[in-house]
């Protein structure tokens, strides 16, 4: 079984910048397409971004296109979320989370391993 552990999050001012990490406990990491997920106080558990087990491909939510991107390092077995012009509305605790599937996914439920999520809030 896969663990991941998130870091990164923290407070920072609107139009601000922010870096997330998620380690996984195994080497079948690379085996894994790995998601980003977000939950704000009231609100679903929300897609935010995904990448493939390759690390070729990336597919993000509208709301975050064009300021969020992510990447992965197998031989850390760790994956980014790097998040800029940030907004207030970006406020959430964030997961990462695991699926194996070949390509893209956006379904919760396609992802059976989670972390245990991270705070991120952005001040206006």
């Known amino acids: 079984q896969v663990q991941l552990v998130e870091s990164g999050g923290g407070l920072v001012q609107a139009g601000g910048s922010l870096t997330l990490s998620c380690a996984a406990s195994?080497?079948?990491?690379?085996?894994?397409?790995m998601g980003w997920f977000r939950q704000a106080p009231g609100k679903e558990r929300e897609f935010v971004g995904t990448i493939t087990k390759s690390g070729d491909h990336t597919y993000f939510d509208d709301s975050v296109r064009g300021r969020f991107t992510a990447f992965r390092d197998d031989s850390k077995r760790t994956v980014y979320l790097q998040m800029s012009r940030l907004k207030p509305e970006d406020t959430a605790v964030y997961y990462c989370?695991?699926?194996?599937?070949?390509?893209?996914?956006?379904?919760?439920?396609?992802?059976?391993?989670w972390g245990q999520g991270t705070q991120v809030t952005v001040s206006s």
């Open positions: 989370a695991a699926a194996r599937t070949e390509g893209i996914t956006t379904s919760l439920n396609r992802f059976d391993v």
């Open positions: 195994e080497r079948i990491f690379s085996s894994y397409a």
